[in-house]
Nanobody, 125 residues
C-alpha cells in the first residue's frame, strides 16, 4: 500500500491550471511531517518543485517555478495541495508527493522516505 496518494492530474492545454492533492493513506497526521512535491519527465532526473514545513508556515519553491506554482497544507484534512497556473508543455511530468522529518530549502528526493505513486500531468501546446 502507498503511504501517500496523489490525485488531480490530467491532460490540459498550455495556459490552463490544475490543482493536485496528496492524501495520507497510512493513518499518520501531516502535522508531524514536512511535505514536498517533486516531478519527473521521461528520460530526466526527478526534480524538486516545492516544499512546506509541518506547520504550513514556511514554503519554498524551485526558482524557475516561483510565481506559477503554490504549495499549501490542511493538517485537519491530512491533505497537501499543489496549485499549478499558466501551465507550459515543459511542465509535463509525473508529479510525486513526499513526506519527511526535516525541512530544508531545495530538498533532494533522497531526503524523503514516504512517497505516493504519482499522478500524470500532460500539457499540450
Amino acid at each position: 500500500q502507498a503511504q501517500l496518494v496523489e490525485s488531480g492530474g490530467g491532460l490540459v492545454q498550455a495556459g490552463d491550471s490544475l490543482r493536485l492533492s496528496c492524501a495520507a493513506a497510512s493513518g499518520r497526521t501531516f502535522s508531524a511531517y514536512h511535505m514536498a512535491w517533486f516531478r519527473q519527465a521521461p528520460g530526466k532526473e526527478r526534480e524538486f518543485v516545492a516544499t512546506i514545513s509541518s506547520s504550513g508556515r514556511t514554503t519554498y519553491y524551485a526558482n524557475s517555478l516561483k510565481g506559477r506554482f503554490t504549495i499549501s497544507k490542511d493538517n485537519a484534512k491530512n491533505t497537501v495541495y499543489l496549485q499549478m497556473n499558466s501551465l507550459k508543455p515543459e511542465d509535463t511530468a509525473v508529479y510525486y508527493c513526499a513526506a519527511g522529518p526535516y525541512f530544508s530549502v531545495s530538498p533532494s528526493p533522497r531526503d524523503f522516505l514516504s512517497w505516493g505513486q504519482g499522478t500524470q500531468v500532460t500539457v499540450s501546446s
